[in-house]
């Protein structure tokens, strides 16, 4: 398998990316995409808050949209597009740790400085010999100062997080998570001050203190995010997995010596030495040596492939036995496997169609719930005429309102899901390609080399009377070693297991879906199919017969003409992939139709679609008519996946809903793709499948529960069941659920780690 196309796919589009810190929920998520859409020049903006990155597209300076970003509240860092991917995962990594850690700390001062408020006001609720002591030991006024005086502590350390972000957002009139905390619990808080201090400003008998209610609520959210910040840190792992599978230094030899060096030394030409067991760290090809290479961490496929002077070898791969001296052929920062680490990371950083939902509502949700409290307060101000209690419902909406969960239900289930699917051989170039899939209706698989090996074999020769079989297969092999079409292979290798002598070729023609021609010792020399021959005026009709008998058989037909006169007819086979009946067969199990696309004659086309219960044949199909075969095919089923590896699929791979193609594809197949298939086999195509229905459907889950929880517990915070029922939802149990929330979409994300490779 060829998996050196992979590395040029990305770098296509100009783009400026952004690390971004100071982002907590969903609605920051728009606000900072507002933020870069007003900057002159900036033509579009996408932000991802699992990956805490911007994508942006225009002319804007990066200077200009960081300091737009900094005037807005967040603090950003560009990232080239040649940019160190370990060094900036490793910088990702120290700041994540680093978050973690203050959060813990600040979890854990919380905590000790939270728990005597809390003993000393709902332990005096519950316990009424407690509360006796408590009255005759310190009393009241003192009860409730002790209280303050940690609550405060609370709130201006740990909890300082939210004031200083929160307010400031709030006064700008672009409020966010933060801020709904940082009224939470301030209004707790100086409710509580004046019940203390000044109680004669409050109406007679609402002078209650709500001081642990304001800390608890910092005490969870801080716990919340806390574990949220372990879980996400985990979404990342697939990155971090294939960045630690290039080495930092190799064996350099130079002189007849071997040197330790970084690999920034090691520039592409020089030699380098890779022992058995060791970790091959630069994109090279085979000078001296022969071994099995294990690339199973780029691939996922467990068999090692043999390798030898000349052949190509990835970093990131794995030396069995021997020992290898190669020459590089890429710098660190140009190998395959840190292009497909390029890959996964714009695949995580992009968006499904089913969040555009998403943002929009999550941008407009924080102001929303702002007035749904105040809405709160007042209503039950007015019917209850306590204070107390319109402050305690209106407080709780604030609290258990948080878009955390929304904002991370999508974006986390990408993350996860991609970078999985790399680790499995599966490259999907942009996260909108995981909803695309699994909305499809129809395959559509091109024959050559996606259903077939692609490894065609010459199986018959039958020659023209005054031609002889050797002269005829030379002719045809030299004509066609000019040529990359997987047919021409079968010609070439044929000639060589003969050891024949081949004559020079000039003049060389590729007549697009037709065959090839060119001048050959003196000879204008032409191969191809049927049609070719009729373009040149050759009745081949009085080989019909023969030409069925072949095809029906399997066969591709090739007819061979020198200087206008027939020659001979060269029968070729294709064998298919072992494991294809069995993936067409999975398809069909999950409802799909299947459809085959080639340019191979209609009876070679309709013997393999029988062999394989293909649901639909489309043969002798032209390159440009690949198309139209797909609209065709698109119009009589709906959404279409196309799936090829040629030149001459690129166009039908770009004109489907969505395109894949096999690993072992050319570089314009593989551009054209929204999805890479590192293996060979179509069961890859279901491994695709798989992956992506149990991604969107974890998406789904994800914000089932993140609007759900919403939709169901901010009426409860608000007090609609207090009327019927007597139910009041405490702040202390908004702060736990909405901490919850978060948590358990990111929980629920990491799941798909677990996804393994279809067996159909």
Request: charged share 15%.
């Amino acid at each position: 398998m060829n998996i050196g196309q992979v590395a040029s796919v990305t770098g296509l589009n100009a783009k400026i990316t952004l690390n971004i810190s100071g982002m907590h929920c969903g609605s920051c998520v728009g606000k900072v995409e507002k933020i870069l859409q007003a900057v002159p020049g900036v033509s579009t903006a996408t932000v991802n808050l699992a990956t805490e990155q911007a994508q942006v597209e225009g002319s804007a300076a990066t200077a200009e949209l960081l300091a737009a970003l900094e005037r807005g509240g967040y603090q950003a860092q560009a990232l080239t597009a040649k940019a160190d991917n370990q060094a900036v995962m490793q910088h990702k990594t120290a700041e994540k740790q680093t978050e973690q850690a203050l959060l813990l700390r600040d979890l854990w001062l919380a905590a000790v400085l939270t728990l005597p408020v809390f003993v000393l006001e709902m332990g005096a609720h519950l316990i009424p010999a407690f509360h006796h002591w408590l009255m005759a030991t310190l009393g009241q006024s003192l009860n409730w100062q002790l209280q303050c005086v940690l609550t405060t502590l609370v709130l201006l350390g740990p909890g300082r997080r939210f004031i200083q972000t929160g307010i400031p957002l709030l006064l700008k009139g672009q409020p966010e998570m933060n801020s709904l905390v940082a009224l939470g619990t301030l209004s707790a808080w100086g409710f509580s001050v004046v019940a203390t201090f000044m109680p004669q400003l409050l109406p007679e008998g609402s002078a209650q203190v709500y001081f642990e209610a304001a800390a608890v609520i910092v005490t969870l959210i801080l716990s919340g995010r806390y574990l949220e910040a372990r879980a996400k840190g985990q979404t990342g792992a697939a990155i971090q997995q294939l960045l630690s599978l290039q080495p930092d230094t190799a064996t350099l030899l130079k002189n007849g010596q071997q040197y330790r060096v970084a690999l920034s030394d090691i520039k592409p030409g020089d030699i380098v030495l890779v022992k058995a067991g060791e970790r091959i760290a630069l994109d090279a090809v085979v000078v001296q040596g022969t071994s099995y290479i294990d690339e199973s961490m780029l691939t996922g496929e467990p068999v090692a492939k043999a390798k030898q002077p000349d052949d190509a070898v990835y970093a990131g791969t794995v030396n069995k036995q021997g020992v290898l001296q190669l020459r590089v052929s890429k710098a660190a920062g140009d190998t395959v496997l840190a292009q497909i680490i390029n890959l996964v990371q714009q695949a995580q950083s992009g968006k499904l169609p089913i969040q555009a939902l998403v943002d929009k509502v999550t941008a407009i949700f924080v102001p929303l719930v702002i007035v749904l409290a105040l809405l709160t307060f007042s209503v039950w101000l007015w019917f209850s005429s306590s204070l107390s209690l319109a402050l305690v419902n209106a407080v709780a909406v604030l609290i258990i309102a948080c878009p955390c969960a929304m904002g991370l239900a999508t974006p986390t289930s990408i993350m996860v899901g991609t970078g999985r699917a790399a680790q499995l051989g599966i490259l999907f170039r942009k996260g909108s390609a995981l909803q695309t899939l699994q909305d499809c209706k129809v395959i559509a698989l091109d024959k050559t080399g996606t259903l077939t090996l692609g490894k065609p074999q010459l199986t018959d020769t039958l020659v023209e009377t005054g031609f002889s079989a050797e002269h005829v297969l030379a002719m045809a092999a030299a004509l066609e070693q000019q040529s990359e079409h997987p047919l021409a292979e079968a010609l070439v290798s044929a000639a060589a297991k003969q050891q024949l002598s081949l004559p020079p070729v000039t003049d060389f023609n590729v007549h697009s879906g037709l065959g090839v021609s060119g001048m050959v010792n003196a000879q204008h020399v032409a191969i191809g199919a049927d049609r070719f021959m009729q373009q040149l005026k050759l009745d081949v009709s009085a080989k019909a017969a023969q030409a069925n008998a072949l095809s029906a058989s399997g066969k591709t037909v090739l007819y061979l003409a020198v200087d206008n006169q027939l020659a001979a007819m060269l029968a070729v086979a294709d064998t298919l992939k072992p494991d294809a009946a069995k993936a067409i067969a999975a398809m069909h199990r999950l409802g799909l139709k299947v459809a085959m696309v080639s340019g191979d004659n209609r009876h070679t086309a309709n013997t393999i679609a029988q062999q394989l219960n293909i649901d639909t044949v489309l043969a002798e199909v032209l390159p440009q008519g690949k198309v139209d075969a797909v609209k065709q095919l698109r119009q009589q089923y709906g959404a279409l996946a196309f799936v090829g590896d040629g030149i001459n699929d690129a166009p039908a791979l770009a004109e489907a809903d969505i395109g894949l193609a096999v690993g072992n594809g050319t570089d314009i197949a593989i551009e054209a793709a929204d999805v890479v298939l590192m293996h060979t086999d179509v069961m890859a195509v279901l491994s695709a499948l798989s992956i992506s229905r149990t991604t969107l459907r974890n998406i789904r889950q994800n914000l089932f529960w993140a609007f759900g929880y919403n939709v169901l517990l901010l009426p409860v915070a608000a007090g609609v069941l207090y009327p019927a029922f007597g139910i009041l939802l405490s702040p202390m149990l908004a702060a736990g659920a909405m901490a919850l929330s978060s948590v358990f979409v990111v929980t629920n994300a990491l799941r798909l780690r677990r996804l393994a490779l279809s067996q159909g």
